[in-house]
């Protein structure tokens, strides 16, 4: 991401759980998250407003939608939802799924310090390529994570969080 290029980290866990708690306002599922050069393409399921029509309408009806986050866009993300969030227990009370899980994730893509990333989600279970580069040059990494994945990446964040000198729980996907 170039807002954070020359930064000690990449920080996707904070862009992807800013940009999580967005999409769980949107109420948007089986999303497409597609890093670009100035920012991020999402992609995703919404369910429209129910109608006062017919009988079938009355629920709703689904439809794709595509956003374009520039960089701009995911700054101002970030600090939308640190305000929002407040102290730890608010934040574990108000996030959503996709904020849950794109955080977790986030961190996870930032231990592997990816140059590109592509990821999409269907029924709470993630697969993220990442294109990264070391000492034997450049190649992606494919992972995924089930629910269960990401359910167990959360309940080690606290841990994960722990000052200095605690024992810290691997944050590799199982």
């Known amino acids: ?17 800013s940009v999580g708690a967005f999409l769980d306002r949107r109420g948007m599922r089986d999303i497409l998250l597609l890093e670009v050069p100035d920012g991020f393409v999402v992609q995703g399921l919404v369910t ?19 956003l374009t986050y ?6 101002k993300f970030m600090e939308e939802a640190l305000s929002r969030r407040g102290t730890a227990q608010a934040a574990a009370e108000q996030s959503g799924p996709h904020e849950r899980a ?7 893509m930032d231990e592997q310090k990816p140059r590109d990333v592509f990821l999409f989600e269907q029924d ?20 995924e994570f089930t629910t269960e994945d990401v359910d ?15 024992p810290k729980a691997p944050a590799a996907p199982g």
């Open 1 to 17: 991401m170039r807002i954070y290029e020359g930064s000690p980290r990449q920080d996707f866990e904070e862009v992807f759980r």
């Open 48 to 66: 429209t407003q129910a109608g006062t029509g017919a009988w079938s309408d009355t629920v709703g009806s689904v439809a794709k939608e595509t």
């Open 70 to 75: 520039l960089d701009e866009d995911i700054a």
């Open 102 to 108: 794109l955080r977790v994730i986030g961190r996870w």
């Open 124 to 143: 709470g279970a993630y697969v993220v390529r990442l294109f990264t580069s070391g000492q034997s040059g450049h190649h992606h990494v494919l992972a």
């Open 152 to 166: 167990g990446l959360i309940a080690r964040g606290p841990a994960l969080r722990a000052p200095a000198g605690s």
